[in-house]
């Protein structure tokens, strides 16, 4: 059921785990897993981790998973968590870390090469640009 | 015939709700002996002590029966309210019908029955209630500690510090206790020693303080404010009068044992003080492992002895000594690691309890303060440490929590990440209780600033594989089970009475609990007297505390002394079982009964005598006694008689 995972300072010390931190500025460790922010979140329902775990796999360095999640994507950065955090947490900076992380991979949402030249033509070019930027951050 | 007033208790609806306290008064008031029945809603309150007293004058009472709750709650209450208008408050006697009547039972027909039954009783029993008054016993302000740690200590110097004289008993070689052996102290990190040691040269120093290390309690007499002590000097092979503590004879010394002190982490010599800031610093010869003793050769120690002072013909010796009161701090013990088989039973090197620990850490203990693994001496770059182990496991080992693991594992984990900085400390927890103030603050800030990792959950094994040791665990707020291959482990192992508390305990007569600390007269309103008069507790003997709290009851102990000591002479209950010296015969059956000491056959006289201050009146001897010469006052066979006969006569 559940899988075993080992535990180590080189994973609390990993460039990602840097990375968290220096993007989103926040000391997780000062997290004690109250849990409020997941109590508070209004979209929790639809998140696949939710946000006191997001916190709990930052603390032990399990970025790899965080990234592959669905939870910052669905965070609507609406800070409440942040708001009711009782150890000043900043749980919505968290979430927005764990975005610019996965933007700044810069791999390709689209190609537009890939694109059917007939549905290119009529896509809006919001649709383009969001995509874009979502990728050259 | 004497004349007897009855007052009924309502206790609310406590007794009234039950027993028909209407029918009662009717019933009583034809009975032979009362003339007068009178009840009332509360008769503890004000209001109903004066009525009380009232109807004592108005009256002209010769007893009262007081028929409420349990006399150990109100007796004394009424028994003062007597004798402030001039009654002798033995002749007040209390029907119990809350307890044993109204609070058992749901049947208000039988209830009410049973009510009647036992104040006609207690009725029969005030009839011939004798007149007594209290024996006084002198008090020896002096008062003896047993237990030289930080408990002790407070003790001593507080009472010595009222004034009185205090003899402070230990049974190593120096105070100072376990708490010499800590590196620093939580939440303030300040250093033990350096907030222990000045305290310890109080007490060296202290005219009121005679200190008798090395030493135990061998036998005891008496009673409180009256004890016969005799203390076991153990033989010390050093002439400590001799001995200017120079340690050349340590220098010296050819032979090495484990050091107790640094929990067997370091060797000390056969000739040895425990540390360095030792008190008395002197040292002592260890029969066990000394060259000398063994084989009969070396005696290198008294051939570099300029001052003659080693003595291999030393015995032990014993000092005799009357004291007041006895304070009981003997502290604890650490639950050893090889009762855990999960975590290596104690196998694995680098597997320690927390206090060895502690000397790791101590700027004083083997390795200056370095943290060092036991095993290679290499720096330790991942530690993992284990709380509740052993406690709060009443499957198999203590149901109880040991209080001061969660604060201590706390303050190593930010300790070893102050000395290795590179270091990561993680902690496995079921529950975290920083009670206490700055406990909470404390711990935020090890997670916060030291980046101590907290996992909730127990570790399910512990074992070795090459140089590393692996945790198996689990993290139940993330909900998997986590492994960690660390350097080194700590356990906080439960905290448990000293080594040879109970025998200490069947010496002086105090009880133990279910888990071997000492018991208390009442959890919360009297929490450091024993339930023998005189004797008083201190420190972990009682129940596992930190310092802070130790220090705090160690106060309170020498206030209760203190308290003891400034009254001219004790009262002692007269319920006591005398001898009717016409009915004796000396057959002496009394003597070998009475638990108390308080009997003795008077072989001249063919009688035997009684002691009024041991004797506690439990009535063993009236039993006991087959010429009735044994009666118990106020409870003679005739009063016992007559209140069968009016339970049995409904």
């Known amino acids: ?137 | 015939m004497k004349r007897i007033g009855v007052f009924v208790c309502h206790c609310g609806i406590n007794i009234a709700a039950t027993v028909d306290i209407e029918s009662v008064v009717k019933d009583l008031e034809d009975y032979p002996g009362v003339v007068l029945v009178q009840d009332y809603k509360y008769m503890c309150s004000d209001p109903g002590q004066n009525i009380i007293k009232e109807k004592i004058k108005s009256e002209r009472l010769d007893g009262i029966v007081v028929a409420a709750c349990s006399p150990t709650l109100h007796e004394n209450t009424f028994r003062l309210t007597c004798k402030t208008v001039g009654m002798n408050p033995y002749s007040c006697e209390i029907a119990n019908i809350r307890e044993q009547c109204s609070w058992v039972h749901k049947n208000k027909d039988e209830a009410t029955l049973k009510a009647k039954l036992i104040i006609r009783s207690i009725v029969e029993k005030a009839l011939l209630d004798e007149e007594l008054e209290p024996v006084q016993v002198p008090v020896i302000r002096k008062a003896l500690v047993l237990g030289g740690g930080i408990a002790g200590i407070q003790a001593a110097l507080s009472i010595a510090n009222s004034g009185y004289e205090v003899i402070l008993v230990e049974k190593q070689s120096s105070i100072g206790g376990r708490m010499a052996q800590l590196s620093e102290t939580f939440p303030t990190l300040d250093c033990s020693q350096c907030i222990l040691t000045p305290k310890m040269v109080d007490v060296a120093q202290h005219e009121k303080i005679r200190l008798m290390t090395y030493s135990e309690l061998e036998d005891i007499s008496g009673f409180v404010g009256n004890f016969k002590v005799k203390i076991r000097q153990k033989a010390k092979y050093v002439d400590w009068d001799k001995c200017t503590g120079c340690g050349l004879c340590i220098e010296k010394c050819p032979k090495k044992a484990p050091s107790e002190f640094d929990q067997g982490l370091e060797k000390r010599k056969a000739v040895f003080t425990p540390f360095p800031q030792a008190v008395p610093n002197k040292p002592v010869i260890d029969h066990e492992n000394c060259t000398y003793f063994k084989t009969g050769k070396c005696q290198l120690c008294k051939i570099v002895c300029s001052f003659d002072a080693v003595d291999f013909d030393e015995t032990e010796t014993f000092v005799e000594e009357e004291v007041g009161a006895i304070v009981v701090a003997t502290g604890y013990d650490v639950y050893p690691v090889l009762n855990m088989d999960e975590y290596g039973s104690g196998k694995l090197p680098d597997v320690i309890d927390g206090l060895t620990f502690e000397r790791i850490l101590s700027s004083s203990g083997p390795t200056g303060g370095e943290v060092r693994r036991p095993s290679d001496g290499t720096v330790p770059k991942e530690i993992v440490f284990i709380k509740c182990v052993g406690s709060r496991d009443p499957e198999h080992h203590f149901p109880y929590c040991s209080k001061i693991c969660c604060m201590y594992t706390t303050k190593h984990a930010m300790l070893y990440k102050h000395r290795v900085h590179d270091g990561q400390p993680y902690i496995f927890y079921m529950d975290v209780r920083a009670g206490g103030k700055g406990y909470e603050e404390f711990y935020q800030r090890a997670q916060e600033e030291d980046n101590v990792i907290f996992l909730r959950g127990k570790v399910s094994k512990v074992y070795q594989d090459d140089d590393k040791v692996v945790v198996c665990g689990i993290d139940t707020i993330y909900g998997r089970n986590v492994e960690i291959r660390a350097d080194m482990v700590v356990l906080a192992m439960a905290i448990r009475p000293s080594k040879g508390v109970e025998e200490l305990t069947r010496l002086l007569k105090i009880a133990i609990d279910q888990n071997g600390f000492l018991t208390e007269a009442h959890p919360k309103l009297r929490p450091v007297e024993s339930l023998s008069a005189g004797i008083y507790l201190a420190g972990c003997a009682q129940a596992p505390k930190d310092i802070p709290d130790t220090v705090a009851q160690a106060s309170a102990t020498a206030s209760m002394v203190s308290n003891l000591f400034s009254q001219e002479y004790l009262l002692h209950d007269p319920l006591i079982t005398g001898v009717n010296e016409d009915l004796c015969s000396g057959c002496g059956v009394c003597v070998s009964v009475c638990p108390y000491d308080a009997r003795k056959l008077n072989k001249e006289e063919g009688i035997v005598e009684v002691n009024e201050v041991l004797c506690e009146g439990c009535g063993s001897c009236s039993a006991a006694c087959p010429s009735g010469a044994a009666q118990q006052k106020n409870f003679t066979d005739t009063q016992l008689s007559n209140m069968v006969k009016a339970i049995l006569s409904e």
């Open chain 1, 1 to 137: 059921m559940t899988k075993k995972k080992a535990i180590s300072s080189r994973k609390l010390t990993s460039e990602d785990a840097d990375q968290l931190h220096d993007i989103s500025g926040v000391n997780v460790y000062a997290c004690y897993q109250c849990g409020n922010c997941s109590a508070s979140c209004p979209a929790v329902e639809f998140m696949d981790i939710p946000p006191h775990l997001v916190i709990r796999l930052a603390q032990l360095g399990f970025i790899d998973e965080l990234i592959e999640a669905e939870t910052p994507w669905i965070c609507a950065a609406c800070i409440t968590c942040t708001v009711k955090c009782p150890r000043g947490v900043d749980i919505a900076k968290v979430m927005e870390g764990l975005r610019q992380i996965v933007l700044r991979r810069d791999f390709e949402h689209i190609n537009i090469r890939e694109i059917d030249k007939k549905l290119r033509e009529k896509l809006p070019q919001i649709a383009l640009i969001g995509n874009f930027r979502k990728t050259i951050l």
